[in-house]
């Protein structure tokens, strides 16, 4: 069990997905994408393995969950500043995105 | 800055809500629902103040995105195990949903 505290710790925002290029250097399928989360946190170079799943076009523009306060992890030469939130498992991943268009940077609780 | 260890400890999961009720013994706006979070974790009762924002209709049938391991509380007389995520305040509230159909019960990562 966790607590709202514990909860709290995860930063999760919004962003929109504004360029997307194949991560030529990994082994495994995977996408280098530019994240803009917002005014306050500007954009970032997130590292997504969902090329098998996603097109480039299903991507680009689209709003998606992003862990903004995840520690930056090299993958494969690329460091990735945060995490893409998905559902599901292997060719049955579904990412998560907001019902509504909402502003870019937008805070989840 | 948060870990993979940190973020794991959350236990995220896609539900449908298949029941939507007003709950009268708020004094906010609050919906009870009936979730289902798939076999393994079965029916919960989740309480949402997003009464001024969807409509009972918006909700019913929908996949949303549920914390599953959070301390039950009691809302106004109502025992709620869980909590929806969305993004935005207010009025201006989006519900994340998974962006395809997907099992209910499957784990966010």
Redesign the interface.
Known sequence: ????E??S????R?GRIIDVQDHEGARKPMYKLRVNLGEELGERIIVAGIRNVYSKEDLLG?EI?C?A???PKLIAGIESNG?L?????GE?V??????????EG????
Chains 1, 2 share one sequence.
């Open positions: 069990m966790v607590s709202i514990d909860l710790k995860i930063e999760l919004i689209k969950v862990v306060n995840l520690e995490m939130l998905a559902a599901g498992e049955k579904s990412l998560l995105m907001p019902d509504k268009e909402i502003k937008s805070r989840i609780h």
